[in-house]
C-alpha cells in the first residue's frame, strides 16, 4: 500500500489525477489507506476514473497484489445512478448511493437524524448485554462500562455530535447495567430501596406508593420545620413571573406583601375567574372599587412580562440561585439548629 501511495502522489502531482480541495489553502485529497482498504476520490470525469484504472493495474502488475473490482464501489456525488452505473460497469465495479459505511462509520447520512444513529445504540447493547450483568461483579460491571465507552466516543462521537436523545438511550443501557432493571426484584437498585425503605417482602405495587408518600412526607416535613423555626418558606422559596401562564395571580404569591386575593380583597370577591392566569384575562366591570383597582394596576405594573415560563427563584439571595452561605445565614439569625 505503501508503494500504491508514492505512485498516487506522483500522479497527482503530474496531473493525471485530479483528487479534491475542502477548502481553499487545504491541501489536496485523492486517497485514503487503512490496512488493505482504500477509497479513491477525484473529480468526476471521464479521463480520472481511466487514469485511475490504468494505475491500480500497474499497482497490480508490479506488486502482485489483485484489485478486486467486482467488490469495489463507485459513488458519483451529485450524479445520476444512470450515469454512474454506467461508468461503474467500465471498470467492473458495483454503483452505489449515499450514505455507505467505511470502519464502521455512516459517511453520506445526516447524523442529526436518531434512526442513523441507531446502528451505534445497537452496538452499546450488544456490548452492555444483559446477561453480563448477571455473571459480572458490581466492579466488573464497571470497568466493563468504562472499557466501552472509553472506546466508542473517541471513534463516533470525535466524528458527530450525537443528539439528546442518543446519549439519554445510552446513558438508560448504562443504568440498567450497573443498577439492574426497576422491575427486577433481584437488581442491585431494588436492594437499595427496599433497604432504605425497610419494604422487604411486600408487593411491589405497595412500595411503589410507600416511596412516593415518603419523599413528599419528608419534603413537607422540611417545609414545617423550617416554618416552625420562624422561617416563612415563601421567603426562601418564591415565584418568579416572566408570560404568568404557569401562576394564578390572585391564589399565587408571585408578589412582595402576600396573595393578591388578600391585598384586594374587594377586586377578588367580584373577579368571575377565580383562577385567572394574568391581567388580561380580568373581568371587573362595574366593580365600583376604583381605588383598589388603581392601586392594583399600579401594584402590577412593575412587573415586566416576558416569553419564557414562568420559574421557582431562590429569596435569600439576589441572584435568585440556591447558596448554601445564604441559607446557613438566614439558619444561624433564626436560631435554626435543625439538620436538613
Same mark, same amino acid.
Given at each position: ?18 483528487? %479534491? ?22 473529480? &468526476? ?59 464502521? %462509520? ?10 442513523? &444513529? ?122 418568579? %413571573? ?11 404569591? &408571585? ?22 392566569? &394574568? ?62
Amino acid at each position: 500500500m505503501k508503494g500504491l501511495n508514492v505512485t498516487m502522489r506522483a500522479t497527482c502531482n503530474k496531473g493525471l489525477f485530479y483528487g %479534491v480541495k475542502i477548502g481553499n489553502g487545504d491541501p489536496l485529497i485523492s486517497h485514503l489507506f487503512y490496512a488493505d482498504d482504500a477509497i479513491f476520490v477525484g473529480e &468526476w470525469s471521464q479521463n480520472n476514473l481511466k487514469n485511475l484504472a490504468r494505475i491500480l493495474r500497474c499497482f497490480h502488475i508490479t506488486s502482485g497484489l489483485k484489485v478486486n473490482f467486482h467488490k469495489s464501489k463507485v459513488f458519483g456525488i451529485g450524479i445520476s445512478q444512470n450515469i454512474t452505473r454506467g461508468w461503474a460497469n467500465l471498470l467492473g465495479c458495483v454503483a452505489r448511493t449515499l450514505p455507505f459505511n467505511y470502519l464502521g %462509520v455512516s459517511v453520506g447520512a445526516n447524523m442529526n437524524h436518531i434512526k442513523n &444513529w441507531q446502528p451505534i445504540v445497537d452496538m452499546f447493547n450488544s456490548k452492555l448485554s444483559t446477561w453480563k450483568a448477571k455473571t459480572l461483579s458490581f466492579g466488573g460491571r464497571l470497568t466493563l462500562i468504562n472499557s466501552v465507552l472509553g472506546n466508542i466516543p473517541t471513534y463516533y462521537l470525535s466524528l458527530f455530535k450525537a443528539p439528546c436523545e442518543v446519549t439519554n438511550s445510552i446513558e438508560k443501557l448504562r443504568r440498567q447495567l450497573l443498577w439492574g432493571h426497576k422491575l427486577d426484584n433481584t437488581s442491585l437498585w431494588s436492594q437499595v430501596i427496599t433497604s432504605i425503605h425497610n419494604l422487604s417482602d411486600k408487593p411491589a405495587d405497595h412500595l411503589s406508593k410507600k416511596i412516593i408518600v415518603g419523599v413528599w412526607n419528608n419534603i413537607a416535613g422540611a417545609k414545617l420545620d423550617i416554618e416552625k423555626k420562624g422561617v416563612q418558606f415563601n421567603i426562601i422559596i418564591q415565584k418568579s %413571573v416572566s408570560s404568568g401562564t404557569d401562576t394564578l395571580f390572585w391564589q399565587d404569591e &408571585w408578589i412582595h406583601g402576600g396573595k393578591l386575593k388578600d391585598r384586594f380583597p374587594g377586586l377578588y370577591s367580584i373577579e368571575r375567574k377565580k383562577d385567572v392566569k &394574568w391581567m388580561k384575562d380580568f373581568n371587573l366591570a362595574g366593580a365600583g372599587l376604583s381605588l383598589e383597582l388603581a392601586q392594583l394596576i399600579a401594584v402590577v405594573a412593575l412587573f415586566i412580562t416576558g416569553v419564557a415560563s414562568d420559574s421557582w427563584k431562590f429569596g435569600l439571595d439576589s441572584s435568585g440561585i440556591f447558596t448554601t452561605r445564604a441559607m446557613c445565614a438566614k439558619m444561624v439569625g433564626n436560631n435554626m439548629s435543625f439538620s436538613l
